[in-house]
């Protein structure tokens, strides 16, 4: 539905030029909730207004629907923005806010009422449709910012970390809440974030960013548990890299040699990888101390942290890597190690991705 065809952006002010994006190439497909994610200052926000249409590429295409965007000013385009701060007029209502974006548009009277009286139930803010907005809590406030922007019916709406304002709880319930607001709409979603747990939890698919590049694209579960490069693996969730010896690949599959010279099978990048020395992630969920099937590493417990659900045990392997791993608590039962015991971490079988630098 959007085409991001070779967009780059480059700012020149007073100082230096500075390439916030560098020749990105990006497809957003129809319906679909599409997560931009990456660390402070990677270009999300740069390339949102690039879709937005408050900054001009400096090389590149935009196309909605196969349609040219690049000419056409912000309110020309079928794309509405939600921004972190909201931005709602506090003087105004509930109700006045959200048609507020359908009078600037002359609808008739009657299909704003209808259209504003749909938002309200939409966001679940019908009862507080007279309070003005100076007069609502934030997560509140966040409801009517959406109904809104989605009050005109966009094909695209943009968010640039709306939640981000919002105590962990309300940030938790808003999460589901836009899942279900875009399924129920059916309106493509672009939505910015740095935080990775946000990402996996809402979108259908994820664009991880680095220093203006898209690294990788694609759903929840496969980024986590296939990440093709480093940045990807340390980017989202926790991950141990261990320095391992590529012996051959076949398909996804890799044969490796450990450090402590046990051979075992894992996953291979999908872009292949020349044999020799590589780097292998491994999640600490991917792991166990209690032996059983897999690959082992030999080591001494350096540190035992408990979670509540979890407990963290930090490994020193024989050979001076560090490895984190994670083992759920069953109820009722000690875990039965103590910090300084020789242990063995085993690898769970086939689940390390060898990544691709
Ligand atoms: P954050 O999560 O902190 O909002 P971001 O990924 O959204 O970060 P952008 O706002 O897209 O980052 O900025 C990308 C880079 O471009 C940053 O290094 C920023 O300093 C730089 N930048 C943004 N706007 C301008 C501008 N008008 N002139 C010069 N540099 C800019």
Known sequence: MIEIANVSKIFTGRGAPFTALDDVSVTIREN?????LGPSGCGKTTLLRVIAGFIDPTHGAVKL??????????????????FQSYA?????????NIAFGLEMLDKPSAEIKATVDQMLELVRMTPMADRKTSEISGGQQQ???????????????????????????????????????Q????????????????????????????????????????IYDH????????????????????LATEGETARIRLPSGVETEVRAPRDGVAPGPVTLAVRPEHASLSGGDGAALPGTLANVVYFGTDTH??????????????QQNQPGTAQGWSVGDAVTVTLAPGVGQVLRD
Do not use: C, W
Not at 88 to 96: D, G, K, S
């Open 32 to 36: 679909e909730f599409f997560t931009l």
């Open 65 to 82: 629907e196969g349609q040219d965007l690049v000419k056409l000013p912000p309110y020309r385009r079928p794309v509405n923005t939600v």
């Open 88 to 96: 709602l007029f506090p003087h105004m209502t509930v109700a006045q």
């Open 143 to 181: 409801r009517v910012a959406l109904a809104r922007a989605l009050a005109p019916r966009p094909k695209v709406l943009l968010l640039d970390e709306p939640l981000s304002a919002l105590d962990f709880k309300l940030r938790k319930d808003m999460q589901l809440e836009l899942k279900r607001l």
């Open 183 to 222: 399924s129920e709409t059916g309106i493509t979603f672009v939505f910015v974030t740095h935080d990775q747990e946000e990402a996996l939890t809402m979108s259908d698919r994820i664009a991880v960013m680095n220093a203006g590049d898209i690294r990788q694209i694609g759903g929840p579960r496969d």
């Open 227 to 246: 990440p093709a490069e480093r940045f990807v693996a340390d980017f989202i969730g926790d991950t141990n890299f261990l320095e391992v010896e590529l």
């Open 313 to 326: 045990f930090h490994v020193d392997l024989d050979g001076g890597a560090r490895f984190v791993l994670r």
